[in-house]
């Protein structure tokens, strides 16, 4: 196992939905190598995908502006982009405002998600789980992890 092999679950309540917990399996011998800041920034990123950044809980998220679950297609937009096709693109209303500000560009159709295998196998491959790294290079949920990665205003936009 590699040491970005880690891996989340979440638990439900029958009433809303929700996540109410989860687990996080590290590799503990390759996480015990990392810095600090980088294992810092590893749990936070799994703790981000255990709050609902994933391609299953994305499907539980609320549309708050109408009380309901957000549909597919007010999830995601699929297009081709630099020769890769079926590309995921997250489009929340909030991801796109804050995507649009820092990017100053306001026809972005939603933010890229990775469209490379998640390790092997293409597992999360183009899911509602990771940003797409050419874009949100440093973001802290990117599929790879470096040294010096933040938290967007995209990122947090996710549940809001
Ligand atoms: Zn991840």
């Known amino acids: 196992m590699t040491t970005g092999k880690s891996y989340t679950c ?8 929700n996540p109410l917990g989860g687990v996080i399996k590290l ?3 390759k996480f015990v190598a990392l810095d600090k800041y980088r ?10 995908h255990l709050l609902g950044f994933s391609e299953v809980l994305s499907q539980k998220w609320e549309y708050l502006a109408y009380n309901r679950k957000y549909t597919a297609a007010e999830l995601t937009v699929t297009a081709s982009v630099r020769g890769v096709t079926s590309k995921r693109f997250l ?4 991801v796109l405002e804050k995507a649009r500000s820092a990017f100053n560009n306001p026809n972005l159709i939603g933010v890229e998600l990775e469209e490379q ?3 092997y196998n293409n ?3 183009n899911n509602v ?10 973001d802290i949920m990117v599929i790879r992890s470096i040294s010096e990665m933040i938290i967007s205003t995209v990122t947090l936009a996710i549940r809001r």
């Open 117 to 119: 295998g998640y390790y």
């Open 10 to 17: 979440h638990i439900e309540n029958s009433a809303k939905s």
């Open 91 to 94: 489009k929340t209303p909030k």
């Open 27 to 29: 590799n503990s011998a």
């Open 129 to 138: 789980s990771h940003w797409d790294a050419r874009v949100m290079f440093n």
């Open 39 to 48: 294992r810092w920034t590893y749990v936070l990123h799994e703790v981000i």
């Open 123 to 125: 597992i999360n491959a």
